[in-house]
């Protein structure tokens, strides 16, 4: 993968269980890594993805051998990439992080990068404001926002056909 600069491995690529209906609790991404969420229902996944189009995931536990930056790009939400600064989704520490918007998809808002990392029970979540990215593996509570003004509201790109998004680090 190319994108800013290169060297980035797929480590993660998702849908969604109930895209039409994105902000009911039904609405989960799918699958999960296998990433400490003691609320999630979705199935997990251990099995890399072949390419973005393949939805799976590494096993978690490798992730902090890949890399420690990461990159997340969604047909649905703004791209970002984020360097560890106190906080991390590769090793589960809740704290800051860099983050830079590097594409924009949605056109709700631009320029608005989270800057934090949080960890719930269904999953982690990037947040701005609010949250961003929030990787929601339950379908039971919640719904997985991908927000790009990172205010937790539905303002992701709407009628696109095979939704989902990847994550990459390196």
């Not at 949080?118 to 404001?129: F, K, N, R």
Request: proline share 8%.
């Amino acid at each position: 993968m190319e994108t800013h600069g290169g060297g980035w491995t797929l480590v993660y690529s998702y849908t969604f269980t109930n895209y039409n209906s994105f902000g009911l609790s039904s609405n989960a991404v799918t699958p999960r890594p296998n990433w400490p969420a003691s609320g999630a229902n979705v199935p997990i996944s251990t099995t890399p993805p072949f390419n973005e189009s393949s939805f799976g995931a590494v096993d978690w536990n490798l992730w902090k051998n890949i890399g420690k930056e990461l990159m997340i790009k969604s047909n649905i939400n703004d791209w970002i990439v984020c360097q560890p600064n106190g906080g991390s989704m590769v090793t589960k520490t809740m704290g800051s992080m860099s983050c830079q918007n590097i594409k924009n998809v949605a056109t709700a808002c631009s320029g608005a990068p989270p800057y934090r990392v949080e960890w719930y029970a269904p999953g982690p979540s990037l947040h701005a404001s609010s949250y961003y990215y929030f990787f929601d593996g339950s379908t039971g509570s919640y719904y997985p926002t991908h927000d790009p003004c990172g205010k937790d509201n539905q303002n992701h790109k709407k009628g696109v056909g095979n939704p989902g998004g990847q994550i990459y680090l390196r």
